[in-house]
Structure formats: structure tokens, C-alpha cells
DNA sequence: CGTCGATTTCTAGCAGCGCTAGGGACAAGA
DNA sequence: TCTTGTCCCTAGCGCTGCTAGAAATCGACG
């Protein structure tokens, strides 16, 4: 019985050390540096032991995808709060996002460019997912205007800024211009003469 | 003299075989597939070949997203030019760039998303690239406001589309929305009262 | 206390990847 | 005919994700 129990807290115990060394490695060296093997050495066991807990690589993965995106539902949540007008959080909302995007790039890769097969769009989708995109539309919904469709509306915003995030990540947009052209999306978005 | 041309010709023509394999697997079975080995089968030569007329693989994908970016920005050209006002030229091309990227996905991604180090946003980028922007740009340049900067307002324009294109394909986005989404980012781009 | 049975973990290996060294075939010139 | 130089292929390296089967470990029971 309690055997059992203490078995099954070293299990849970290693299986979050697995995917905070996966979560790590990424972040220190990137995706690339991300191999069953290097992995393995780091948590000091043995690769099969990594296909115990978890289906495959691409498991481990999204298992840090989703401990990412609560990080990044917190930070836009707090942004949004922390902002006075409607405007002014759905302009902080974006940069909230940009921003974690450029200071945890492994995280954002694995969230929203690997695939990595996360249910996304799907009331299957985990929770952190659900929580991320209502924080954007939470902030999306208050310059709607009448009858737009909410959803499809702040599924355009979000796109918006995971395209500049995505083409300056991979080099396709000169990264000194960010700010500029985060401002003109932003400023386009909000119909003009809104509060 | 003349050996030497027959000889440099059909070096020509077996490097065109090499890209246009690449191109067509691609197309057809996805990037995945296309491996070293197979792209040797399918040109009846052995891997060392490729190596000879390509730095390695990443070369290779360069040219067929250099041959891709050609047809897009055909494409482009021919939905701008084929509008009747500055708006619908804007939303004209929008289309077209999605619906490029959604009929040819494999060289959508080679182009824009897969990392393949083509030199982009600087004066080397090759000269495909430099006329996809161009067409996004002369899109974009008469619905600009006064005195607004025209690069950055382009850059954010493409963002956008790639932005809607990338999360729908990787599913990240419902595929059925995507018109939706499309018009309310086009919509949204263009100032209130613009003609 | 010693042995059995089950669970856990490791060693070793598979098939595939991008890429390359080195040798053999073949054609052009003496 | 023999040499020279070019071209191309065979074979193999080190790596990847993943797994089968042996080994070791640990709990339970006689």
C-alpha cells in the first residue's frame, strides 16, 4: 500500500524531472540539442526509461508546451490587468506575447511552430491553451465592434502576432524594426475612434 | 572546347533534375520525404552527386524555395494587377498569398518556414524574393497612411497572412473559418473610409 | 533466512538520417 | 598503347528516435 504510494510519488517525481531537464536543454541549447540520449544522460537514467513515462519524443514535448503556456497565460494575464483602457490592454496583451515569444523562444517554438500533435481549437485542448487564448480574447473583446464575430476576431489578432514574432524569429523580418511593426498592427487592429 | 560545354551543359541539366525531384517529392509526399538518399534514387545517380553540385541539403532546399518564391510572386503580380481599386488590389493579394500557401504547402514552407538560410530583408536576398515583397508592397502602398513607413507597414501586412496561414495549417486554427479570419484581418488593414 | 516471482532498468541493436573519404572506372591526350 | 585526369560509386562515420530481450532489483512468502 504505502509502497505503492511512495512508488508512484517517484515516478510522478521522475517524470517532472524529465520534462524539466527537456524544458532546460531547450532553453539552454535549443530543440536540436533535445535527444533521447542527451536527455537521458541528464536525468541520469537510461533512454528507455524516458519511453516508460512518455509515448515518444514528441510527447516529452508537448508535455513542455504545455508547462509554457501557463507561463505565458500568466504573463497575459498580468498585462492585461495591469492595463488602464481597453486599448491599452489589448496593446499590452500583444506585447506581453511578443515579448515572451523573443525571451523563451524554445518555449514558443514548442507551443506554436513544432508540431508536436497538442489538440488545439478543440474543447480537448489543455486548459493552459484554453486559459492563453481567453486571455487574448478577453482582451480583443472590448474593441470588437457591433456583431464581429469574437472568436474569429481575436484568432486574427493572435495570428497577427505570431506571424511578426515567427518571421522575425527565423530571420525573414530585421529584428530592429519589432517595435515599429508591432505598433502598426496593433494601431490597424483597434477600429479608429474607439476607447 | 565543345566537350567541355556538353560536359558543363548537362552538369546544368542534372542539377535542374536534382531540384525539380526535390521540388516534386516534396509537393508530394512533404519535406519529410525527401531525404538524401531517396532524391538519389529518384535522379538514378548516387548521394555523393548531390553533394557535388549542392553544399547539402539545405542548398538544395534554397533552390526550390527560390523556384517557389518565383511562382508566388507571379501569382501575386497577376491578382494585384488584375483588381480594380487600391482595396481590393490589398485584399486581392492577400488571397492569392494564402491560397498559395495553402495549394503548394511543401514550398510555402520551404520558403517561409522550414530554415534553409536564404539571405532575407537584405539587399542579397535573391532577387524572387526581393519581387514577392515588391508585389506585397505596391499592394500595400496605397491604402498607407500619410507619412507612415511603408516597409515596416508591408512587413506587417505579410505577417499577418503568414501568421493566419501557418497556424491553420498546423492546425492551430480552424481550417473552416480561414475566409472569416482572412477578411477580418484584410478589413482591419485598411484605415476606416480609405477608397 | 532463503527463494521465488514480478517489476524495473539497462545493454545492445535496428533502421534511418546527412554527409564524406577513398578507390575504381572511364574517357582524353601523348 | 599507356598515362593522366576527371567523374562517380561503394562503403562507412556518427548521429537520430525507438525497442527487444537480458539482467538486476525488490517485495512477498515458505
Redesign the interface.
Known amino acids: 500500500m504505502t509502497i505503492q504510494k511512495r512508488r508512484e510519488r517517484e515516478r510522478a517525481e521522475r517524470e517532472r524531472l524529465i520534462v524539466t531537464a527537456a524544458r532546460e536543454l531547450a532553453e539552454a541549447e535549443g530543440w536540436d540539442a533535445v535527444t533521447t540520449r542527451r536527455l537521458a544522460d541528464e536525468i541520469e537514467y537510461s533512454q528507455p526509461v524516458l519511453y516508460s513515462h512518455f509515448k515518444g519524443k514528441g510527447a516529452i514535448m508537448a508535455a513542455v508546451a504545455v508547462q509554457g503556456c501557463e507561463e505565458l497565460a500568466g504573463e497575459l494575464r498580468a498585462a492585461r490587468t495591469a492595463a488602464g483602457s481597453a486599448r491599452e490592454a489589448l496593446a499590452a496583451v500583444g506585447r506581453a506575447y511578443t515579448a515572451f515569444a523573443r525571451r523563451r523562444p524554445a518555449l514558443y517554438d514548442v507551443i506554436?511552430?513544432l508540431?508536436v500533435d497538442l489538440p488545439?481549437?478543440t474543447p480537448e485542448a489543455p486548459a493552459a491553451l484554453q486559459d492563453a487564448f481567453g486571455e487574448l480574447l478577453q482582451a480583443v473583446q472590448p474593441i470588437a465592434a457591433e456583431g464581429?464575430?469574437m472568436?474569429?476576431?481575436t484568432?486574427?489578432y493572435?495570428?497577427?502576432?505570431?506571424?511578426?514574432v515567427?518571421?522575425m524569429r527565423?530571420?525573414?523580418?530585421?529584428e530592429e524594426?519589432h517595435e515599429?511593426?508591432l505598433g502598426?498592427?496593433i494601431g490597424?487592429?483597434v477600429?479608429?475612434g474607439t476607447d
Open positions: 506554436f511552430t508540431d488545439f481549437a464581429e464575430d472568436g474569429a476576431l484568432e486574427t493572435w495570428a497577427g502576432l505570431h506571424g511578426l515567427t518571421l527565423s530571420g525573414r523580418l530585421p524594426a515599429r511593426r502598426l498592427f490597424h487592429f477600429p479608429q
